[in-house]
């Protein structure tokens, strides 16, 4: 590759983001490859060095590159930059998890804020609100975000955030982030995406009117079951400069091995979610023709109630489609549920998502079990739910599987 070009993708890193230009020039693989990630200067090593140390020397007093490895570290700051380019943004800021990432959001606030969220969000996310927020006198709206007026009706004078899934976990509702986002700016009101399901491959919400998106990056942005993570990126300054402080003050923030972790994974982002795009779409068209099902939620089939949103704002970097690798199925019972989770071979019965490996959870005992039952059922969450994370193996293997489960 010519000096010129080089040059220019140094230039884009140290920048923490793209600009205008540069988003026309370089392409999302190209990014999730280059950005962050130029040859090490000592020795010209093309796969970035580890830098695992807690703290680094000094040249003078108060005279430095990097202090402290809770405050910065190389390769915590090559991840941010990278992610944040994926979406479109100017600054990411990493974190030990996608809980801590979304916990420091809600730090942005003060005691007595309250916030509207999704009622059918993860439950790490509600647990975080209803048993840790709470006590900060903090209050909290669950409402239907595919509906936008029930949101616009939840608003109160206090009112500080909208925080939504899209699609939703395990749900798969969706909402539309661009009447979202318009609703936020009407009332001054901070707008929130958590973007996990889709990556930035297909969901972009800064484009769409947000002004935060957050990840846990344990899901598609690492993508092999190895590490836990989280990243909020956003474009606005103020906003940038009260989370780093927040992440360096409370210290929940990802190691060197981590963040080096997830940056090789990154490079394959895009070939990843091809392949999960294109084998859950498979496997949701042939699921929905079995008797044994009483739903399928999946926004990929024609079927689902917001099919025309998921094409309007689920979209890879040449705007093709996208639908996810997630499929919910509801069975009539938990007996049934327990039968058919016996029943497969290649789905692995695990907490979380987005791994290559393709893997099945039951939401009401596992990612949702934080959620009082009369809440489970009244969302739509039932003991027959189950979720699969379909992996990135051959379809007809996969196929198979699910078949000779239904079969049972």
Known sequence: MPLR????????SRENGMSKDSKKKFGFSTRAIHIGQEPESVTGAVSLPLHQTSTFRQKEFAEYDFDYSRADNPNRRSLEQNIASLENGKYGIAFGSGTAASSAIFSLFEQGSHIILSENVYGGTFRLVDKIFSRYNFTASWVDSSNVDKIEQAIQPNTKLIFIETPS??????????????????????FVVDNTFMSPYYQRPLTLGADIVVHSTTKYINGHSDLVGGIVVTNINEIDEQLRFIQMSAGAVPGPFDCWLTQRSLKTLAVRMKAHNQNALKIAKEIEKSAKILNIFYPGLKSHPQYEL????????????????????ELPSLEDAKKFV??????????????????????????????????RKEIGISDGLIRLSVGIEDIEDLLNDIQFALDR
């Not at 395990?170 to 009447?179: A, E, F, G, K, T």
């Not at 094409?311 to 690798?325: A, E």
């Not at 071979?345 to 987005?354: D, I, N, P, Q, V």
Request: proline fraction near 6%.
């Open 5 to 12: 070009k080089w040059e220019e993708i140094q230039k884009m």
């Open 342 to 375: 016996k029943g497969l071979k290649l789905f692995t019965l695990a907490e979380s998502l987005g791994g290559v490996e393709s893997l099945v959870c039951h939401p009401s005992t596992m990612t949702h079990a934080s959620i009082p039952e009369s809440q």
């Open 169 to 190: 976990n395990p749900l798969m509702r969706l909402s539309d982030i661009q009447l979202i986002s318009k609703i936020a700016n009407k009332y001054k009101i901070l």
């Open 310 to 329: 998921a094409l309007k704002q689920q979209f890879d970097p040449f705007g093709n489609p996208g639908f996810g690798g997630m499929i919910s199925i």
